[in-house]
């Protein structure tokens, strides 16, 4: 058997490579909210009730100088976070909290963005699509990054990148299968838990997904973006050359990095201001 090619991976990002697991775990390890602020950004807690009466807590971060009562409420990106679907919460019900709620928090219902990294933009995607079918909250925009959207996890990238010691098609295989268990890749998925199942991606807000060429879910994302395009959903699609899973938080200074954060935010400014 012919030998695997040599990973296409930008040289910058690759000298991280050998401390790829240290820098997930430091990635992973808590720290003290106060720590981390931007000057001037506040930091509150909100707890709400879920759908099965089980606590909620939001943590809402604004700048200090914002009014947020009155005619000048802010826009809001709703952030899911990742963690491969075995870290952290499932689906936050945005339709209970933001439908009940946004007046006291001084948000711009008509002005929210769903973002989501990995597991969490999988959610995001599904929440978008869960939102659209119910009518409502309703959505300006979609920010999904690299996200994990296909419990078959049977595409080229999906095999491609088996056993690389990065985010791989085995890790990616033990965070579905925690997730949904034995219904993994079967009929019984719902298209809010695996959005690339969805045969009907017309009406959803506009999306901005990126991945990286060199990871796991490179394909499914493509090919979520073509299928928005195909269902007259407009989708902007960044598929940044040689970046591996998580390369923006773990190599922030990387050119990569840099150019990622840029065309996002100038997307985000977009879909918020203009």
């Not at 707890?47 to 409420?73: A, Q």
């Not at 933009?121 to 994990?148: E, H, N, T, W, Y």
């Not at 009907?200 to 395009?229: C, H, K």
Request: proline share 7%; charged share 20%; net charge negative.
């Amino acid at each position: 058997m012919a030998p695997k090619p040599k990973l296409p991976i930008d040289r910058e990002l690759e000298s991280l490579l050998p401390d790829y697991d240290e820098l997930i775990r430091c990635a992973q390890t808590p720290v003290r909210v106060n720590d981390i602020l931007l000057p001037g950004v506040t930091h509150e807690e909100h707890t709400f009730l879920g759908p099965d009466k089980n606590p909620l807590t939001l943590s809402i971060f604004r700048k200090e100088s914002l009014p947020d009562s009155g005619p000048h409420k802010q826009p809001t990106i709703y952030h899911i976070h990742g963690g491969g679907m075995v870290m952290g919460n499932r689906f936050c019900s945005l339709s209970g909290l933001l439908e009940f709620h946004a007046e006291e928090l001084g948000i711009d219902s008509a002005r929210i963005v769903i973002n989501g990294l990995s597991a969490g933009g999988g959610l995001a995607a599904g929440v978008a699509l869960l939102c659209r079918d119910r009518k409502g909250p309703r959505l300006i925009g979609q920010s999904l990054f690299s996200p994990m959207i296909d419990d078959c996890n049977n595409s080229v990238s999906a095999h491609e990148f088996t056993g690389v010691g990065i985010w791989d098609r085995n890790a990616n295989m033990t965070g579905w299968n925690a997730y949904l268990g034995d219904r993994r890749g079967s009929d019984n998925v719902s298209v809010y838990a695996a959005p690339i199942r969805a045969k009907d991606l017309a009406g959803l807000p506009p999306a901005y997904i990126d991945v990286g060429s060199t990871e796991t879910f490179r394909d499914e994302d493509v090919q979520y973006a073509q299928n928005m395009w195909r269902d007259g959903t407009q989708c902007e699609l960044h598929a940044w050359p040689g970046a591996y899973h998580g390369f923006e938080g773990l190599s922030p200074g990387a050119q990569l990095s840099i150019m990622a954060r840029k065309a996002r935010s100038d997307w985000l400014r977009r879909i918020l201001f203009c």
